[in-house]
């Protein structure tokens, strides 16, 4: 084992670096990301008026690209930290988040009603002085 671990120590670093930077920032970027998030973000269809969607067509292409390539990134090295040290789920829920999939909506949804899940997000957003997320029926 430990002859396994000198021989993977440099990837190991890498790994518990991610974890930690991964962590700090979901601590950080998801409280602020949720505070901002529309109140009825489930419940319209159309984008904000805001979005990065009325960009122009090579802009919002290069946009998904670079979002599809850090939640795909994150993705792999949520799965290697399910095994390895660090908080693997997280990284894996923030990197779906990011890749766009057919049924992404759906699961959206199906996370957020979760009822433990539903109240920390109620009480993030009333920290920061926001209405309750609204939810399709």
């Known amino acids: 084992m430990l002859e ?4 993977h ?10 974890s930690i930077l991964t962590l700090l920032g979901s601590l950080i970027v998801l409280p602020v990301m949720l505070a ?9 269809r159309e984008p904000p008026p805001d979005s990065w969607r009325g960009h122009h067509p090579v802009l919002r292409i ?45 699961l959206e949804i199906a996370i957020v009603r979760r009822r433990p899940i539903h109240r920390a997000i109620a009480w993030i957003r009333r920290r ?3 209405p309750p997320l609204q939810l399709p029926d």
């Open 4 to 7: 396994w671990i000198q021989d």
């Open 9 to 18: 120590g440099t990837f190991l670093a890498w790994m518990g670096g991610a």
């Open 36 to 44: 901002r998030m529309p109140a009825d973000y489930f419940v319209s």
């Open 62 to 106: 290069a946009i998904l690209a670079v979002k599809n390539a850090l939640g795909a990134l994150l993705l792999l090295a949520g799965f290697a930290m399910l095994f390895l040290p660090g908080q693997g789920l997280l990284t894996v829920l923030i990197g779906l988040m990011l890749v766009d999939f057919p049924g992404k909506r759906r």
């Open 128 to 130: 920061a002085h926001q």
